[in-house]
């Protein structure tokens, strides 16, 4: 099967800056793809790479498989949501959505019916004749998102679509924006710095840092087998320590253990507590293990060793995940 977009050996320097540095990347057509990485790890560039607003300083970008440079946007079958919108305030819903279609020049009849159609889809049916203005956070993020999807792309590329919207509105557009993608078939490429996000939303997530990718893989790979320390460490900050430490792989080697993998036990290994953190549901413990520092979560239930205390711990070899040189 064809790959919705493909990038071979793509660069994007602005001056000095490698924005985007020799990437290569399949994203499938069909999947919930995510691009995590700090900011200015090149991430947006990309997006605006596969959207058309960038050429590339090097290499070619595909669109099922025929070659992008020199197709203007509007020609791509993709479309962008941007994380402010970008909605006319003083235009009604429907208007905004139909926006793109005024511009190709379709009828008005046509361009409202299509109009109505993507509004039901993002369940705001009926409230074409809103100004866009009026609309709550979570409202406008939906009609921006219809206005992408009235075009019937194949591609949808998302930029931080959810970043304005509080926790809990934000939880719930994640899972609707998830529920939409499958129901419609379509590709998704979705930009966010937020680990937890990428993780629980994507089919396949991208880890950049500096303007390359780190790793590509499912968030289960991502999460548990972290190719570098640099992912080890952004997503879900991991205990990144010597192998040879913590029982794995050889001396010069590194391996990295995550902090709800790590557990009281009596017959475990000596190590000083130097933090203990509340967070509700479970409790962070800061700990030296043979001058090494180390981090675990423990359920809020358990009896939480204080500062200063001695305890014991230990963990399953088989959750320690060694990293290949030069990690
Ligand atoms: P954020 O999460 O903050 O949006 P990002 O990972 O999306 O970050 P990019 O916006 O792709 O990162 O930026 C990557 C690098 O390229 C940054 O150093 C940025 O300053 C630089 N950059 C991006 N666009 C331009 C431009 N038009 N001119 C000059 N430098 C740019």
Redesign the pocket.
Known sequence: MTDAVTFRGVSRH??I?K??DEVDLSIRDGEFFAML??????????LRLIAGFEQPTAGHIEIFGERAEGVPPYLRNVNTVFQNYALFPHMNVRDNVAFGLRVKGVGRAERHRAAEEALELVELGGYGNRRAGELSGGQRQRVALARALVNKPRVVLLD?PLGALDLKLREQMQEELRKLQRALGLTFVF?T?DQDEALSMADRVAV?AE?KIQQVGTSEDIYRRPNTRFVADFVGSSNVLPADLVGAGASGQWASLRPEDVVLDASGREATVTGRYFHGRVTKLSLDLAGQSLTALIPAREDAPEIGETTKISWDPARVHVMGQGA
Do not use: N
């Not at 990485?37 to 990309?46: E, V």
């Open positions: 602005f001056g800056v924005a985007v990485g700090p900011s200015g790890s090149g991430k947006t560039t990309c931080e930009v710095h950049f303007g």
